[in-house]
């Protein structure tokens, strides 16, 4: 395998798809020699097949919002390989939605799901429709909208979408409504689902979680914890929520979130107060963080910064996409950060991975650490598909059990000679394998 060659093939073919094509990259630099060991790879020419996608749906969404003035939207699904199982990921809605992000969502699915051992393809969809300062009403009409387009290439055996930025309980509740009527079965088509109606425990926090059971497991190898740490988190949703009450449970202190408007400093930490409030920001649709010291005085707002020049033990990117560079990188450093988890996906620039990798920072990467949520959303297609409901504490062990599962595999493949784990290479090796195989498995198709 050339990586030079086949990166210039792809960015002829994608100009401008700068997110897809970084992802493609990572993932390409870290498995170059063990795809070099295995000919049958490249007999099979497993790469150039992997990093395209099966197929992308691209539709219009049509709705009218509350002054009945008509709306039009993009509605996307990107199935990108499904050797291991139904095409598996989320739904984003957001207005930076587009195909290069989608593209590298999907892509960085394959090798999430891939990790979980479970068997799930992986896919991801979205539309650039913004739910800021939506009524409900206008969101209920939106996702009927997008439904009506996106049911015909979705099922329980074929692709199963689930919530991301934008997407949370509501909008699966809408969506899935629409779909049940058109399709007139009651499936575990979408995970996310409500409690009431096919959901499970915990979904809602399990990428937090997850994040967290997975970096407990980067301080055990140093001999280190949870207790007494300081740590810093971006974002204020579902996955800043879940990582934030984790962290409290295992005896560390949370002192930032941050939004579109700035970051909050909360020196005293996020207690049990303070993170039931992150849901009530979540619900205001307002998609900001500054209200919190309304609420909160003794915190402060930094008004169009990023958490990342705040001094921490552990930093946790949990927001959007290359949201830490490489100068918020040296900064983290030069504060005496110990250790760093991408809860985001790709949530950290080349250059950051960079420094970190340099400097012998133990870097977890979104594709292992933030799997959680998928794991547990394979979980709930696993409880729907046996009608069953696992209890909290069930689903929970079997969440910190394939976390534990993926440090186990990124260290086998990412522990270097002088004991460093590169989890990069090692995330990246494991889902390789289990897809490349599969893939040799089944033929050319």
């Known amino acids: 395998m050339n990586v030079i060659e086949i990166m210039n093939n792809l960015e002829a073919k994608h100009p401008g798809e700068k997110e897809y094509l970084q992802a493609v990259h990572e993932v390409l630099e870290s498995i170059e020699d063990i795809y070099n060991e295995n000919p049958q790879y490249e007999a099979a020419k497993i790469i150039e097949r992997l990093v395209e996608p099966d197929r992308i749906l691209t539709f219009r969404v049509s709705w009218m919002d509350d002054a009945g003035n ?44 891939a990790l979980t051992t479970l068997p799930m393809g992986g896919g991801k969809g979205g539309s650039d429709f913004n739910p800021k300062g939506k009524s409900d009403a206008e969101i209920m009409r939106f996702c009927q909208a ?15 979408p689930a919530g991301d930025i934008g997407t949370g309980g509501r909008e699966i509740g809408f969506m899935y409504g629409m779909y049940k009527k058109l399709q007139m079965e009651n499936s575990g088509v979408l995970t996310g689902k409500g409690l009431n109606w096919g959901g499970s425990l915990i979904r809602p926090e399990a990428t937090g979680f997850g994040a967290v059971y997975f970096a407990d497991d980067m301080l055990k190898v140093n001999n280190d914890t949870f207790k007494g740490k300081i740590v810093t988190v971006s974002g204020f949703g579902n996955v800043a929520w879940g990582v934030a009450l984790k962290v409290l449970e295992l005896g560390g202190k949370v002192i930032t979130i941050s939004g579109p408007d700035g970051y909050i400093y909360d020196e005293a930490g996020l207690d049990a107060e303070k993170i039931d409030y992150l849901l009530e920001l979540r619900a205001s649709n307002n998609d900001i ?62 250059e950051a991975i960079d420094v970190f990798h340099n400097n012998k920072t133990p870097f977890a990467p979104g594709k292992a650490a933030n799997a959680g949520g998928v794991a547990v959303s394979g979980l709930e297609m696993t409880q729907n598909a046996m009608k069953i409901n696992w209890t909290n504490e069930e689903v929970d062990a079997k969440l910190l059990q394939i976390m534990s599962s993926i440090h ?38």
């Open 408 to 445: 186990i595999a990124c260290e086998k493949y990412g522990k270097q000679e002088d004991g460093y784990i590169n989890y990069v290479k090692g995330a990246n090796i494991a889902g390789f394998i289990k897809v490349a195989d599969t893939m040799l498995d089944l033929g050319v198709i």
């Open 146 to 160: 997008f439904m009506l387009e996106l049911w015909r290439v979705i099922g329980p055996s074929t692709d199963v």
């Open 70 to 113: 008509v709306q039009v939207n993009l509605g996307h699904r990107v199935q990108f390989n499904n050797a291991i199982g139904p095409y598996k990921g989320g739904l984003r809605l957001h207005p930076s939605v587009n195909i290069s992000i989608l593209k590298f969502l999907g892509f960085e699915q394959i090798f999430k799901n």
């Open 289 to 350: 963080v500054s209200p919190y010291v309304d609420e909160f005085p003794e915190a402060k707002f930094f008004a169009g910064k990023k958490p990342w020049e705040v001094p921490c033990d552990i930093a946790m990117p949990s927001a959007i996409q290359n949201e830490l560079n490489g100068e918020d990188a040296e900064i983290l450093l030069k504060n005496g950060v110990k250790y760093v988890v991408e809860v985001s996906n790709m949530g950290c620039t080349p």
